[in-house]
C-alpha cells in the first residue's frame, strides 16, 4: 500500500493561489492519480483533477483554467496548482492513486489516499 503525505493547505482570500503537494512513499510511481475535494457539509468527495495515460490531464468544469496538476518523477510527488481561489473551493482536498477500474469519477475505485489538506477560501 502506498503511503501519500499531502501538504499545502492553508487560509487565503479570494483571488488567491496555493499550492498542494502529495509526495508518494513508495518508488513505484503511477502516472494515474486523482485530486477531490470534500465540501463543507457534503458527505461525498468530488473529483477536482486527474493524471492519466502518462500526460493527459482533465479538470472538474468549475476548476477548468485556475487548477493545474502535475508531477515529479524525481520527488515521487503530485501537485495541485490552484489560482484565482473562490470561497467555492473552500473543502478539504485528498489525493489518490491506484485506480482500480469503474468511474473514476467515484471515490470508491481508487485505493489509496493521502490524509487530506483543508483549503479556506475567504470572500
Known amino acids: 500500500q502506498v503511503q501519500l503525505v499531502e501538504s499545502g493547505g492553508g487560509l487565503v482570500q479570494a483571488g488567491g493561489s496555493l499550492r498542494l503537494s502529495c509526495t508518494a512513499s513508495?518508488?513505484?510511481?503511477?502516472?494515474?492519480q486523482a485530486w477531490f475535494r470534500q465540501a463543507p457539509g457534503k458527505e461525498e468527495r468530488d473529483l477536482v483533477a486527474?493524471?492519466?495515460?502518462?500526460?493527459?490531464?482533465e479538470y472538474a468544469e468549475s476548476v477548468k483554467g485556475r487548477f493545474t496538476a502535475s508531477k515529479d518523477i524525481a520527488t515521487n510527488t503530485y501537485s495541485l496548482q490552484m489560482i484565482n481561489l473562490k470561497p467555492e473551493d473552500t473543502a478539504v482536498y485528498y489525493c489518490a492513486v491506484n485506480y482500480n477500474g469503474g468511474g473514476y469519477w467515484r471515490p470508491i475505485n481508487w485505493r489509496d489516499w493521502g490524509q487530506g489538506t483543508q483549503v479556506t477560501v475567504s470572500s
Open positions: 486527474r493524471l492519466f495515460n502518462g500526460r493527459s490531464t
Open positions: 513508495q518508488g513505484t510511481f503511477t502516472y494515474n
